[in-house]
Structures are given as C-alpha cells and as structure tokens.
C-alpha cells in the first residue's frame, strides 16, 4: 500500500530526473562533448549517492512547513505537485518542482487546518531569491577564476578541449550529486512522516527507512534521467545554455555549488562554528540556479545578452507556481477525503509528529502531558524493525551476476551464431551473383553463337542460291548450245531472226556467269575460312581443287550439281571423290559429306 | 574518455608539425622563386623538389588531423572552423608549390630592368605569409594576441599588392620591346606571386574571426 501510494512522489523523481539532468549535462551532451551514455551512468550513480547521503536536510525544512503524516495526504500532495509541474510546462509556464511541492504542502496545510510556519516559509522563499543569485555570483566568480587561470598557463586550445570533457564530467557528478542532495525533499519529502520504522542492513552499510525513501527517489530519479532525459538534453538543454565549454563548465559548477550550500548540513555547522548564520537548507530550483548563473556571466560580458524577459519568467514563476500547486493539492485533498474517503491527515489539530507543532502544542499543556507526547514519540522509534539484508543481498547479487554472466555467454554465442549466419548469407548472396552473372555470359555466349550460326545459315542458302543459280545458268548454256547446234543444220535462208534473238537473250544472261562465280568463290571463301583452316591444318596435302570440292560437299550438293558449278562432267567429280577419300583415309563405310561437315 | 587528453596532447603536437611544415615550404617558395629570376637553375630545382615533398607532407599531416577531430570529436563547437583554418593554412602552401611548379613549366622571360621588383614583391608575399603561421600557432595557446600578429600579415599584403600593380604597369607601358604575349605572360606571374599574400590574407582574417567567436 506505502508502494502505491508512494507512486505518485515516484512519479514526480521521474520527471525531475528527465527534466533536471540537462541542466548537469545538457551543453555538455548537447554540443557533443561528452557521449549521453557517460553522462546518464555518471548522473544517476551520484544522484542516488546525494539523496541518501545528504538528502534530509531539505526534507527536514519542507516537515517544518507542514508535516503530512498520512500517506493519502502524502500522496495527494505529490500528486497535486507532478500535476501542476506537468501542467505548467505544458502551458510553457516557467515552473519548478521545489515551488510546485511548496505549494502544494501549503494547500495541505490550508485543507487540514494545520498551521503554516511562516518561518519556515519565509527561509523557503529567500532561498528561491537568493539561489539564482547566488549562482550569478558563483559563476562570476569561477569564471574570472578560471579566465585568470587560462591566461596565465596558455594551455593549448586542443589540450584545453581534452581538461574541459574531464571538467565537464567531474562538474556533472557533482551537480548530479547536489541535484540528488538538494532536490530529492521535492520528491519524496512529504512522506518522509509516513516512512516505514525500518532499518536495513546492507552488510557494508545501513539505511533506515527515511533514507530508503530517498533511495527509491534517487532511483526513480536515475530512471528519469536514463529514460528521458537524452530527448530534452538535445533540445532544452542547448537552447537554454548556448555557451562555449569554458562557460558550460563554470555554469555548471556554480549551479552545483548553489544546490550543494543549500543541502549541505555540514557546511551549515560549520557557518554556525564560525559564528555566521546557519545556511537554510531549502530544495531549490535547479533550472533557476542555472539561468541566474548564465545570467551572471551575462553581466560580466557587459550585459548585452541578458534577456530581462527570463528574469521576468523566473519572477512569475515564484508567484504563479506555489498558487496553483496550492489550489490544486488544496481541491485534489478536498475531492480525495471527500469522494474516496482517503485519510490525507492523522490528527489536524493536535499532536502531529513534527518539532513545530509539537512545540506548539506543548507551550499551552500541563507537563504531563508534554511527557506522554514525547514518549508517544519515542515509542514509534523504539518499535523500528531491523531488517539484515546482508545475506539476501550478497545471495541476490551473485544470482544476478551469474544470470548476467549466463545472459552474455548466451548473447556472445548468439552474436556469434548470427555472425556466422550473416557470413553464410553474404557468400550464398556472392555466389548467387556468381552465377546469375555467369548465366548472364552464358547467356549472351548462346545468344553469340546463335546469331553467329543464323549468320552461317543465311550465308550457305546464299550460297546455295548461287550455286543453283549457277547450274540453271550451265542448263541455259548446254541449251544455248543444243540452239546452235540446231541453227547449224538449218541452211542461211531458214534462219530466222527470232531464232537469233532467242541467241542472243541466252547470250546476254549468260554474260553475267563469271560475275557470279566470282561471288560465288568469295562467298566460299568467307563462309569457309575456318572450315579451310582445319582442312589444311587436318589434310595438309590437299589441293585448292580438292578444297573447293570438299567445301561443295559441306553444302551437301550432288555430284551433278557440283559437276554443273565446276563445269566438269559427274564421272570427273566421281574420280575427285574417290580420290579425296583415299586422301583423307576415310573407311568405305563412310559418308564423304557427313565427314567432311564434321570438320 | 580515459585516452583524450593523449589524444588532444598529440593532436596539438600534429598542429604544430603541420604548421612547420607550411613554414619550411614558405621558405622554399621564396629561395625557389629567387633563384629563377636570379637564374640559379639548379638551385631552383632543389627547391622545387623540396617543395612537391613538403607539400604532399603537409597534407597528409593535414588529414590526419581531420581525422582525430573527427574521430574523438574534438573542440566540438569549433571544430569546422579550425578544420577550415588548417585547410586555408594548407592553401599556402599548395599556391607556393603551384608558383614554383609553373615557373618551372611555362619558364617565363624576365627583362633584367624588372627583376628587381619582381625579387622585392616575392619578398614582400612571403613575408606575408611567413607572418600568419605565428598567428595560427598563437591562437592556439594565447588567443589575445593573435590580433597584434594579423597586423604585419595585412601590413606585407598591401604592400604586395601595390608593387604588383606597379610592376603590371611597368610592363605594360614601359617595356615596349616585349611582345604583348610576353607582357600578358608576366602579368600572369605577377599574379601568382601575389596569390600566396592573398592566401596568408584569407587565413589572418579567418583567425580573427575564430578570436572573436571563441572569446564570445
């Protein structure tokens, strides 16, 4: 039940972690220095540190200004407090979470009727002055400081690069840590009346149960700034402080100082030893401590950049943000006792745990009374539980170290798996590549040789169009002759000019015979010219006779036609035949032709 | 994290070896172009020679700088800027090379009457741009006095740009036995000479700039 109602205070870490942590870390990320990884591990290992460590003191001040002893109250306040913060920042109000929580405690007050210590009030509100101011001044300081430091060493502006990142990193741990210190009483400081009467035994440390508090504020805190903080970083961050690495640091640093003087108990005794008033130690806001530091330098510049409408801003913000925190938390009180019946307080008149009105209260009772109020008291103490988590923890922390141990073993196994996996899939990839362009050349190897074949093709029906060209053209001769003939038995009187025209005609075709032989012989000459070449190399006794009759025979043309083409009788190409076979010592069963296309 | 201030220790060594390396080719270019006009042939080969080296040095120093600023994200906010100074910086170097490099091509002829002027105004370049490599060096350690530095830069550039336009005019008027070639040839050179000022210009006001936004 603590849990859930704690949930709201959680809530509220988690947004001042994701809001507050770029003040820290903002330029420095922003403007790339230093990685968001470093930063967000750096800034959530000090926050925890500074809220358990030097947590109560602002815890104590906001249980002076009103101390919410029942957990619903509790709840409600922080509730009304996210709600005012988150609603402000949407409307683009200036709004800090301390004024916000402040607020929203004096509604609580107002609801329960418990009075407000206006003392208290009074510290809480010159704080919200004086912190930014005080950051002015700090940072003026450090950066004359650091000018003077500068001038005097001549560092070389690379190496100064490199000192800044480690200034910038060192600076941010302890902003991280003063922002955990100083602003953790805004998240979980209402319920620090409701904690749990518990101790916890860590082994090398114990917490009791207000520290525990502050450990699950710093954590919720770490979460805000792990989860969201990197977003607002990038924007918020840069635009709020476009400064160069030397002013980021000092600005940085003097915001630091301004929240860790305000949460620092020590320091506040040591005030007190010295006889100076004790510092008030008042949750402050981070997101002002750092404007006032700008601010400061701005000043220091010559004062052309401040831009008064912010310092406006700031002042509004005072005035505007505990009003609607106290009017929110005030109605948010009223509708939860009234509709869920929660108890939002214990006693709201007499007897709350609290210094102050326990003072109060006791300045207008008989003494036997005061004794009985403060031994109620001490009875609650003297009922805290301690719990050795020693073990459990040591146990827990193995555990999880050998899971993690497992995890990675099992990550880096997988890593590898995947690793190979990808290796297999690229040399799949390179090999379908491979051969996709090795079909690919294939392909146009084919498609070569197919033209190259369909080229042959178109050349040898040309060449057999000649060649019977050329035996019609022998046909028309031996008629040619056969006409002669004729006309010679006929005596001169019968002969008559038809006959002679006919001639003639005859003649005339014939005339174009050499012609094309000769295209005939190039056309064998160009279609054969690899055929020839494996000829001689195969047969290098042949004759050009014989060559021509072998090309003839590839063309797979009868003896007739070849007789008809070389002007010689068939018997002739008959004996040529034999001839050329004896030559090529082809056996009897072999067909000339068919050997011969084979070459 | 833990190595950057090695890091940055030996990026501010580089710088400086880079810077070295500019200032050894500002020399080389001045001998280099003296020797030409004086007519020290082989001298002026060595120097050429030397020149081609430093600058191929010069660059690959030049990049490697790139590199580590890159690499380690170094002086993020104004890493461009110095990134450019060193480009422009290297800009010197690459003008002198290219000067003694087309000397050694084109050979011009140069009349004995306006030797002289032409010795002077390579003394006045060079000085120029002997002048901005402190500057450079300085702005990295005392940013302040870098502006005291800039004044001699501007002061030799000036002067180098008045002789120039002397020289032009001396050759174009003057010199009526030379061909209108030849007049425009030299007038070419006299440009080239000037070019390196120019270049040592251009860096002396990006380094006042770069004062100025840093000490913002």
């Known amino acids: 039940?603590?849990?859930?109602?704690?949930?709201?205070?959680?809530?509220?870490?988690?947004?001042?972690?994701?809001?507050?942590?770029?003040?820290?870390?903002?330029?420095?990320?922003?403007?790339?220095?230093?990685?968001?990884?470093?930063?967000?591990?750096?800034?959530?290992?000090?926050?925890?540190?500074?809220?358990?460590?030097?947590?109560?003191?602002?815890?104590?001040?906001?249980?002076?200004?009103?101390?919410?002893?029942?957990?619903?109250?509790?709840?409600?306040?922080?509730?009304?407090?996210?709600?005012?913060?988150?609603?402000?920042?949407?409307?683009?109000?200036?709004?800090?979470?301390?004024?916000?929580?402040?607020?929203?405690?004096?509604?609580?007050?107002?609801?329960?009727?418990?009075?407000?210590?206006?003392?208290?009030?009074?510290?809480?509100?010159?704080?919200?002055?004086?912190?930014?101011?005080?950051?002015?001044?700090?940072?003026?300081?450090?950066?004359?400081?650091?000018?003077?430091?500068?001038?005097?060493?001549?560092?070389?502006?690379?190496?100064?690069?490199?000192?800044?990142?480690?200034?910038?990193?060192?600076?941010?741990?302890?902003?991280?840590?003063?922002?955990?210190?100083?602003?953790?009483?805004?998240?979980?400081?209402?319920?620090?009346?409701?904690?749990?009467?518990?101790?916890?035994?860590?082994?090398?440390?114990?917490?009791?149960?207000?520290?525990?508090?502050?450990?699950?504020?710093?954590?919720?805190?770490?979460?805000?700034?792990?989860?969201?903080?990197?977003?607002?970083?990038?924007?918020?961050?840069?635009?709020?402080?476009?400064?160069?690495?030397?002013?980021?640091?000092?600005?940085?640093?003097?915001?630091?100082?301004?929240?860790?003087?305000?949460s620092s108990q020590n320091l506040s005794d040591f005030f007190v030893n010295i006889g100076l008033p004790p510092i008030p130690l008042v949750p402050v806001s981070s997101s002002q401590a750092i404007v006032g530091s700008i601010i400061g330098i701005g000043i220091l510049k010559g004062g052309k950049n401040i831009q008064l409408n912010v310092i406006g801003k700031i002042g509004l913000g005072w005035m505007v943000t505990p009003i609607i925190a106290g009017l929110i938390a005030f109605f948010a009180l009223f509708f939860m006792s009234n509709v869920f019946n929660l108890k939002v307080s214990q006693n709201t008149s007499k007897f709350i745990k609290g210094d102050v009105v326990v003072k109060e209260e006791v300045k207008g009772i008989a003494d036997d009374t005061k004794t009985k109020v403060i031994k109620k008291f001490e009875a609650v103490t003297e009922a805290t539980k301690t719990i050795t988590i020693y073990k459990p923890v040591t146990i827990t922390v193995i555990i999880f170290l050998m899971l993690l141990i497992a995890y990675q073993m099992y990550t880096i196994s997988k890593l590898k798996k995947k690793d190979k996996i990808e290796e297999y899939q690229e040399n799949i990839e390179r090999y379908n590549t491979q051969q996709i362009i090795l079909e690919n050349e294939l392909r146009m190897t084919n498609d070569a040789n197919l033209k190259l074949e369909k080229e042959i093709d178109g050349k040898e029906n040309e060449l057999k169009k000649i060649a019977l060209g050329m035996i019609r053209k022998n046909e028309i001769l031996s008629k040619l002759k056969a006409g002669i003939e004729n006309l010679k038995l006929k005596s001169e009187s019968e002969i008559k000019y038809s006959d002679l025209n006919n001639l003639k005609i005859v003649i005339i075709?014939?005339?174009?015979?050499?012609?094309?032989?000769?295209?005939?012989?190039?056309f064998i000459k160009e279609i054969n010219n690899s055929f020839y070449r494996n000829l001689e190399k195969k047969y290098p006794g042949l004759t050009e006779g014989e060559k021509k009759l072998c090309s003839l025979l590839r063309l797979k043309l009868s003896s007739k036609e070849i007789a008809s083409i070389l002007n010689i009788t068939p018997k002739s190409v008959e004996v040529s035949r034999y001839r050329l076979r004896k030559k090529m010592n082809f056996k009897k069963d072999d067909k000339l032709s068919k050997e011969i296309r084979k070459l | 994290m833990i190595n950057i201030l090695k890091t940055s220790k030996s990026v501010a060594l580089t710088i400086d070896e880079f810077f070295d390396k500019i200032d050894l080719g500002i020399l080389n270019f001045k001998k280099g172009a003296n020797n030409y006009i004086n007519g020290n042939s082989a001298e002026f080969d060595q120097n050429l020679k030397t020149i081609n080296i430093l600058e191929i040095e010069a660059d690959t120093i030049k990049r490697k700088i790139e590199n580590e600023f890159y690499l380690?994200?170094?002086?993020?906010?104004?890493?461009?800027?110095?990134?450019?100074?060193?480009?422009?910086?290297?800009?010197?170097?690459?003008?002198?090379?290219?000067?003694?490099?087309?000397?050694?091509?084109?050979?011009?002829?140069?009349?004995?009457?306006?030797?002289?002027?032409?010795?002077?105004?390579?003394?006045?370049?060079?000085?120029?741009?002997?002048?901005?490599?402190?500057?450079?060096?300085?702005?990295?350690?005392?940013?302040?006095?870098?502006?005291?530095?800039?004044?001699k830069v501007l002061f030799y550039n000036r002067e180098a740009d008045v002789l120039s336009n002397n020289i032009k005019r001396k050759i174009f008027q003057e010199f009526e036995s030379l061909q209108l070639s030849e007049k425009i040839h030299l007038r070419y050179f006299t440009l080239h000479i000037e070019q390196v000022s120019d270049a040592a210009k251009i860096v002396a006001h990006l380094l006042s700039s770069l004062v100025i936004k840093i000490k913002m």
């Open chain 1, 1 to 262: 039940m603590f849990l859930f109602f704690l949930s709201s205070g959680l809530f509220l870490g988690w947004t001042l972690g994701a809001n507050d942590a770029s003040n820290v870390f903002g330029s420095a990320v922003g403007s790339k220095l230093i990685r968001f990884k470093q930063a967000a591990i750096i800034a959530s290992i000090f926050v925890i540190l500074g809220a358990v460590m030097q947590g109560s003191g602002g815890a104590q001040t906001l249980g002076k200004l009103g101390s919410v002893d029942a957990l619903g109250g509790a709840f409600t306040v922080a509730l009304a407090a996210g709600v005012s913060v988150f609603w402000m920042t949407k409307l683009k109000l200036p709004v800090s979470t301390s004024q916000a929580i402040v607020g929203a405690i004096i509604g609580w007050n107002f609801f329960t009727g418990n009075p407000t210590d206006y003392n208290s009030l009074t510290k809480i509100v010159t704080t919200w002055v004086s912190g930014p101011i005080l950051g002015g001044i700090f940072a003026v300081l450090l950066f004359l400081l650091l000018r003077f430091i500068l001038q005097k060493s001549k560092i070389h502006l690379i190496k100064l690069d490199g000192y800044i990142k480690y200034g910038l990193l060192i600076a941010g741990a302890f902003g991280s840590y003063s922002l955990g210190a100083n602003n953790i009483a805004n998240v979980v400081g209402v319920f620090v009346p409701s904690a749990p009467n518990i101790t916890v035994d860590f082994g090398l440390f114990v917490l009791n149960g207000t520290q525990l508090l502050f450990l699950a504020g710093g954590v919720s805190i770490a979460v805000g700034i792990i989860t969201y903080s990197k977003k607002v970083m990038m924007t918020v961050g840069d635009s709020l402080m476009k400064l160069n690495a030397e002013t980021a640091l000092v600005v940085v640093l003097a915001h630091s100082l301004v929240l860790f003087v305000f």
């Open chain 2, 72 to 151: 380690h994200s170094l002086m993020p906010n104004y890493s461009s800027d110095i990134l450019n100074l060193i480009e422009s910086v290297d800009d010197i170097i690459d003008k002198s090379k290219d000067i003694l490099n087309q000397f050694d091509v084109e050979t011009p002829h140069m009349p004995e009457l306006i030797k002289k002027d032409y010795l002077e105004l390579v003394s006045l370049s060079s000085k120029s741009a002997e002048n901005v490599i402190p500057a450079a060096r300085i702005f990295f350690t005392s940013p302040d006095e870098v502006k005291d530095k800039i004044q």
């Open chain 1, 509 to 522: 075709e014939n005339l174009s015979i050499d012609k094309e032989r000769k295209s005939f012989d190039k």
